[in-house]
């Protein structure tokens, strides 16, 4: 009998590894799958689509990963996303998700179209930028483990498209010499954490993409390095009263 428990003990801690693998597969998109969403049936027709690589060896971008990550999530945890979002996530952080768009089957869209201000978008920075925890304060709730906001922010693939690096959603990459982590939205909706600078930038942009978006993308991001990192960078070599180059000749109107 006490084989046979050891045995199943063995089995249960291997399951549960290999769900740990499948979870993390998903959220770094190396699951080996992708689909282009919607279909009737969107997870059924995701798990049922052939594999396109061994899992985690490629990066496909595909919200079909994470539409599936939303569906694990809500039979998991009992909750739609949307609920499990506000309770876990954005009423600590001191705000609301509004509800977002779901599939066929009441399933909130994990992969786009989940709506939030720039000053939510900070706050999410914010919570990276303080490695889990709700404010700066070391007192303050740890929202997300420290241990995962790393690990978020680590490199595990490339796109095949945009050749930057993936991390467990989150991508990484150097601006002005700084290692950065950021979240990318559709249209050019950016959140990036700069560790070393102590700094959450935060640029939205319209959704209505074009076949100028490549180049709209190298703007902003032009634009995040030269008129803030650097300036910023700039200013912490220089001490607390140096003024970035940037801002140097900016001149203030007079009210009228």
């Keep these: 009998m006490a084989d046979a428990d050891d045995q199943k003990m ?6 549960g590894e290999l769900r740990v693998r499948i979870v993390r597969a998903l959220y770094a998109l190396l699951a080996g799958a992708a689909i282009a969403l919607p ?21 496909r971008y595909s919200t079909g990963n994470t539409h599936l990550l939303s569906a694990i ?5 009992g909750k739609s996303t949307w609920q499990f979002a506000n309770e876990a996530l954005a009423r600590p952080l001191g705000f609301t998700f509004a509800q977002w768009p779901r599939d066929p089957q009441g399933i909130y869209f994990g992969g786009n179209d989940m709506l939030m201000t720039p000053r939510q978008m900070v706050r999410l ?7 889990g925890r709700a404010t700066g304060d070391s007192s303050a709730p740890q929202i997300v ?22 991390g467990y959603s989150w991508w990484t990459r150097e601006i002005g010499g700084q290692e950065t982590c950021f ?16 700094l959450v930038i935060v640029t939205t942009s319209s959704t209505d993409v074009s076949d100028e978006r490549r180049g709209h993308r190298r703007t902003v991001f032009d634009m995040v390095e030269r008129l803030v990192v650097d300036s910023m960078a ?5 001490g607390p009263h140096g003024l970035p180059a940037a801002f140097r000749n900016i001149r203030l109107m007079p009210s009228r």
Excluded: K
């Design 10 to 15: 063995s089995f249960m801690e291997h399951l």
């Design 39 to 59: 279909f009737s049936q969107w997870v059924v027709d995701w798990l049922a689509r052939p594999l396109t690589s061994p899992p985690g060896e490629v990066m």
């Design 73 to 77: 999530l809500t039979r998991a945890t």
């Design 125 to 131: 920075g914010e919570l990276y930028l303080n490695r």
């Design 145 to 166: 483990s420290p241990e995962w906001v790393d690990t978020s922010c680590i490199g595990r693939a490339r796109s095949q498209f945009s050749g930057q690096l993936y």
């Design 183 to 198: 979240a990318w939205g559709y249209g050019g909706q950016y959140v990036f954490v700069v560790p070393a600078l102590s």
């Design 234 to 238: 700039e200013t912490q070599a220089s």
